[in-house]
């Protein structure tokens, strides 16, 4: 009776992990088979000479950094950040709350050697959402500006390391696009420090392959909420048409539903990915991103929650069928991130079974074993398996070395056991609120800049 319940629960996974993942194999195959053509045709629009990027004239550009509780890194990534940038024509807007003085403090001592910072403070005490403190530092940009506007508006945030000619690439392209998103890399850690790595699987797959797919079938390339720039004026006429309001004050993930705004409203946006540079072939933004268990699962919840459930729930399925596509392939993570995590418990049934059967050849282990098309599906899945981990190994490596490549196969059972603990985390959390008519919190998570990193 125990096999038929194990087979059983097989059999649906095994037709769901299929179903789920089959288009990511023809993508896949897509992104490689594109990558050849463009090849051939000298098309890699991307690649662009430094001279270039920095013989541009610039528009003028205001950096948006939203701090609470970040006296511990402010001042160390604002020092770092005007060291390194190249870009002349730029201020960094400093987003902070009247209930945060150690913060204020930090921020002051760098506004007092630096005009190109400024402090903002908040009209509402912290801890708001991030969106509400991106949209008062858009008010006091207005405000400050005078005859000279800024044209172009840059996101990051208090972790992040700031690429030296990141500003230059923004104002090389924003002329031609709205929105304008380069790559994110986790900074690496020591090998073994499993879950940072985890984000920099995830990150290196997405920002070297997937995002690529994304916009070359046409669908909204997704703000990663720093190291992206946006066209004042559609910024502006997005405001315009719902009431005001840039940032989605309520969003848990208000980056991502501003790109989706963008693009259904018709604006242009891009990603740039490679741009030679010395010895670092990627003009990126690179930060620390949790190391410990708990606050990925926090932070991912909160990412899950906003991209897959509030979204759907505040936007539908809006957008070209390009679009559809892509928020389908956000919000199916719902599903895959379950599967895979419940996988697990089921296979140490079926090995438990197994020793069991060993010791006693009566107890049955397979209920199904005649059916040749379930097992036909099971070795399916797993070429689909071994495919998606090659795939995994090939884009780290590209990133971080060939060694960083190979150990991601270890990881790959600790970032699916984050992901769906945080995808039932962000179940309980969404279906909790909306049972209680109560608004979504935003969670705050812990920054470490790398003069502190161990």
Known sequence: MIAVYVDTAIFFLTIGYMCLNVDDVLLDLFFYT???YRNMRGLDRKRLAVENIEKSAEARIAVFIPCWHEAEVVEHMLSLALKRIAYKRYEIFVGV?????????????????????RKVVNPSPGPTTKAQNLNAMFERMREVEGDDP????VLHDVEDVIHPLSLNLYNKYMPEKDMVQIP????????????????????????????????AIGAFVTCAGVGCAFSRSSLEALGASRNGTIFRDNALTED???????????????????IPFGDDAHIATRAFFPDDLRSAIRQKTRWITGICLQTWQMQGWK??????????????SLFGNAACVLGYPLMLVVFGLNAWHARDPHVIIAAFRHEAAIYAALYVVIGISVWRIVQRVVQVGRVYGPAA?????????????INGCATFSALYTYTSARIRCEPLRWAKTQHVFPVDAR
């Not at 800024?150 to 508006?153: D, H, L, N, R």
């Not at 690496?188 to 797919?213: C, G, L, V």
């Not at 490549?405 to 056991?417: A, D, K, T, Y």
Request: net charge neutral; hydrophobic share 40%; glycine share 6%.
């Open 34 to 36: 594109r990558g050849v």
């Open 97 to 117: 709350y009247p209930n945060d003085p150690d913060t204020q403090a930090k921020v002051d001592l760098i506004c007092a050697g630096a005009a190109q910072v």
């Open 150 to 153: 800024f044209e172009i508006v």
């Open 184 to 215: 994110v890399f986790p900074l690496p850690r020591a090998m073994q420090r499993f879950t940072s790595w985890t984000y920099a699987d995830e990150f290196a797959e997405n920002h070297m392959k997937d995002m690529i797919i994304r916009e």
């Open 256 to 274: 991502y539903q501003l790109s989706l705004d963008l693009k259904v409203q018709g604006f242009k946006t891009c990603f740039v990915k490679e």
């Open 319 to 332: 957008g070209s069928f390009a679009d559809r596509y892509a928020l389908y392939r956000d919000r199916k």
């Open 405 to 417: 490549g190979l150990f991601s196969i270890l990881r790959v059972p600790w970032g699916n056991l």
